[in-house]
């Protein structure tokens, strides 16, 4: 099984920030990588397909970047709605899986 | 609109069977490709099972192969999994996800709610 690294765990930030999570691949996953945002008691929902594609609807502060085994999820300028686990997932290889998440949080 | 809504989660003895079903709305059933993904405090996301739009084509993850089985009724718009042979680590809320293609999955591009499905005596 592929094995998706999240980092940070969690972050603590401020409205206004740049976010920056990284999801590392142990094995190369070319560029089958999704970002999903999850807030607690929802379903997660898709925010960036293929590494690097805006899901239709998504503001454009959020972005992914990567290929191979590297990838990294940003968001510009953070809103007080973006409160929330974010999880990266690879799909080159069944079984698919998810990265551990990284949970942000307000100062 | 994409509307996805499972039911048929609930308290279950160890050994025990379930039948989920998640009844779709708001896009062409046929043309998607259909996932159930679980989602527990501890181990976070799982992915558990994927059916192609055309229903021929299903897989597993290794932890529930030969108890679970995923199958659709495209006349009814409605996915299934039936959980057979459950354990305490089958709890977890199972939330069905439709992929934008029809025969691969892996990008889940619209969610059900989740049920709650709890393996304990």
């Known amino acids: 099984d592929i094995r998706m690294t999240q980092s940070p765990s969690s972050l603590s930030t401020s409205v206004g920030d740049r976010v920056t999570i990284t999801c590392q691949a142990s094995?190369?996953?070319?560029?089958?990588l999704n970002w999903y945002q999850q807030k607690p008691g929802k379903a997660p929902n898709l925010l960036i397909y293929?590494?690097?594609n805006l899901e239709t609807g998504v503001p454009s502060r959020f972005s992914g970047s990567g290929s191979g085994t590297d990838f990294t999820f940003t968001i510009s300028s953070l809103q007080p709605e973006d409160i929330a686990t974010y999880y990266c997932?690879?799909?080159?290889?069944?079984?698919?899986?998810f990265g551990q998440g990284t949970r942000l949080e307000i100062k | 609109e994409v509307q996805l809504v499972e039911s048929g989660g609930g308290l279950v003895q160890p050994g025990g069977s379930l039948r989920l079903t998640c009844v779709a709305s708001?896009?062409?059933?046929?043309?998607?490709?259909m996932s159930w993904v679980r989602q527990t405090p501890g181990k976070g996301l799982e992915w558990v099972s994927s059916?192609?739009?055309?229903?021929?084509?299903?897989h597993y993850a290794d932890s529930v192969k030969g108890r679970f089985t995923i199958s659709r009724d495209t006349s009814k718009n409605t996915l299934y999994l039936q959980m057979n042979s459950l354990r305490a680590s089958d709890t977890a809320v199972y939330y069905c996800?439709?992929?934008?293609?029809?025969?691969?999955?892996?990008?889940?591009?619209?969610w059900g709610l989740g049920t709650l499905v709890t393996v304990s005596s």
């Open positions: 094995q190369d996953i070319r560029n089958y």
């Open positions: 059916i192609s739009g055309s229903g021929d084509l299903t």
């Open positions: 293929d590494a690097s």
């Open positions: 996800a439709k992929d934008p293609r029809s025969s691969s999955w892996g990008v889940f591009d619209g």
């Open positions: 708001g896009f062409r059933f046929r043309s998607s490709a």
């Open positions: 997932q690879q799909y080159n290889n069944l079984p698919i899986t």
